[in-house]
Structures are given as C-alpha cells and as structure tokens.
C-alpha cells in the first residue's frame, strides 16, 4: 500500500480482546488534549488503544510514557513554534500501530514495536540519545534529525515519502561546528519515493535499496536520491548495489568520496554532483534530463550511458580522460575550458 491512512484502522473494542480499553484525548470537547506534566498522563492509565491528538507544552519538563498502549490513532507532537526543550525520554513500549509522531526536541524516543505509522518526525534535544524503532516495516514519512548515538531502524522497509537521516537538526552543513558523526544503517530498506542523507553522516549503508522515486499517478512529486554531507576527515562512501529504479533527482554535495550505482538499469532523472572531496563515481545509468559534473573529480565511469541531456562540466583537477570523460566533452563541442581531459582515441 503506498499511502497509508491517514488514520490507522481503528477496531472495534473486541478487536483488542476481552481487556481491551479504547480511550479517546478529546472527551473535553477540545480538539487535541494539551499535556503540561507527565501526571496529566495518568489518564490513560489501562488504556490499549487511543485515538485523538496529544500536543506536549513548551513547558512540559520530564520523560512522556504510555504503557500498554498498542494502538494510537491520532498525533502526538511538540508545539510546532515552540517545542519544549526540557522534554526528556519518549516511551511508547507496547505500541504497534501509530498515526504520527512530531517531536522538535527530544532526549530519547523508544517505540521498539512500533511496525507501521503514517509520520515519524525526531528532532534531537541534545548531542547524544537514541532512537528505537526497530520494528517499523512501513510509514509515509520517517524525518530523524540529530547526532543521535544510536538510530535503530533496522526492519524498515518501505517509506512511501519521505526517508531523512540528518547529523544536525535543519539538514544543512555547518562548517564551524564540529557535532558527533551519525551512522545511518538502514538493512531492510527497499523502496522509498526519496531518500536524503544531509550534514554530519559518517556512513550510509543501504545493501538492499531497489527503488527511489515512484513515477505512480498517487505520486504527486517525484524526489529521488539527495546526499549532502559536511566534510570531515573520513569523506562518505555511498555504495547502494542493488538500487535499479532511479527517479527525479540525483544531488550530491560536500563531503562525498564515492558514489556507487552499479545496477540502475530504469529511470527518469536530473543528476547534480559537485563534491568537495575528491569523487569517484560509477553508475550504469543510461539516459538523465540534464548532467551537471562539478566540483572535485577523481574518477568517473558511466560505461552504459546514452543521452544524458543538457551537459555541464566545471570540474577538477584537469584529469586524464578516459573513455566516459571523453564521451561527456564530446557532448560539450567546441569548449575551451582549462579542465577538459586529454583526448584519447576510443
């Protein structure tokens, strides 16, 4: 299913077996129960399913815990302008079944059994934490921001949307901060319409990666492939062997030293790559709306391409060419620029 609801599938209270108890956060008539405390959650004290929206205060302080709970339908969130910085661990032992979950500013988030949600937003508090959702198998958006110690996402799956792994909150490369670098492990994931790794990211692994970018009529904007990454003294390696369905956008920025495509054989993209540390790239892409090669250059092999669109070439160092560096100058007649490679016979 590519979109799931926007509200997961609420069951009667049988459903849930003879225990079950079904609560709601809007018996007050409001549309979303405002929790200032920790003791405000009391409430839903035996409860197995929720449904309804729980905004957490900016003046929250303390861990937030629902146990027992397998089901909410609903969101649980920080205030959007105001998140609350004193927020500490989020506790959702039992829960299977998840609307969304927003948090601006947090300690920890532990939903170990958590396998499918609609949203997952986790923007770090501090400069160590975990995150656990080893169990998620499908959400439409998974957004984790921080340097956390420990990202746990180890069955996911399918993100229909978006899936966003960033060192820092904000996504972006900050050269004067030096933040603890992230691993971003993701073993299980085979299909999502965009995937973006950004800032302080050490090492991606994505062993069984199929698809990115989904060019289905439900799909209103098709993203693809976007690694900007803040250079450090070990520059990022992205290898994804088994990615074959390329779609949207390929963007590499900052702090890359390799990029690995060596099974696309499908696609509709427009490709950007202007690394700061040395490049080395191979893909078997065949044909791109526009290819745009800039940046520092060590290496590169296209050995199966055919039209690659509009072409732009700022590179360098001046390299030696070779038989795909002197197939991309041929598509740029008659220029003089300085990095042009040495011609070869082919």
């Not at 509200?7 to 809007?26: H, I, N």
């Not at 998840?98 to 986790?122: F, R, Y």
Request: aromatic letters at 6%; proline letters at 5%; one cysteine or more.
């Amino acid at each position: 299913m590519r979109y799931l609801n926007s509200y997961l599938a609420f069951g009667l209270g049988v459903s849930f077996g003879a225990l079950a108890k079904e609560c709601t956060t809007t018996e007050t008539g409001e549309e979303a129960l405002l929790v200032t405390s920790p003791d405000q959650l009391d409430v839903f004290e035996g409860c197995t399913a929720i449904s309804g929206d729980i905004v957490i205060d900016s003046s929250y302080s303390g861990d937030f815990i629902l146990s027992g709970v397998t089901t909410f339908a609903g969101n649980i969130s920080t205030d959007a302008e105001d998140p609350a910085q004193d927020l500490g661990s989020v506790e959702l032992p039992d829960l299977v079944d998840l609307g969304t979950i927003n948090l601006g500013s947090v300690v920890n988030a532990h939903l170990p059994k958590v396998e499918q949600a609609v949203d997952i937003v986790l923007v770090q508090a501090s400069s160590s934490g975990e995150v656990d959702l080893g169990s998620l198998v499908e959400a439409n958006n998974v957004r984790v921001q921080g340097s956390w110690t420990t990202i746990n996402v180890a069955s996911l799956k399918t993100v229909n949307q978006v899936a966003q792994f960033c060192g820092v909150s904000g996504c972006g490369i900050y050269p004067d901060t030096n933040p603890p670098f992230i691993s971003v492990d993701l073993p299980a994931l085979e299909t999502t319409n965009h995937l973006e790794v950004a800032g302080t990211v050490e090492s991606v692994s994505v062993p069984n990666l199929e698809v990115v970018g989904f060019q289905e009529p439900e799909i209103a904007y098709v993203q693809g492939l976007r690694i900007n990454i803040q250079e450090s003294e070990k520059d990022l390696d992205f290898d994804a062997p088994k990615l074959h369905t390329l779609n949207g956008t390929l963007e590499v920025y900052g702090g890359v030293s390799g990029l690995s495509l060596g099974a696309l054989r499908e696609g509709n993209v427009g490709v950007t790559l202007n690394a700061r540390a040395p490049l080395n790239v191979y893909s078997t892409l065949r044909t791109t709306s526009h290819f745009y090669l800039w940046g520092t250059l060590e290496s590169i092999e296209l050995p199966n391409f055919v039209d690659l669109g509009s072409v732009s070439l700022a590179y360098e160092p001046r390299l030696p060419c070779n038989e795909t560096l002197y197939r991309l100058w041929q598509l740029v007649p008659g220029s003089s620029d300085p990095n042009k490679c040495t011609e070869i016979e082919v």
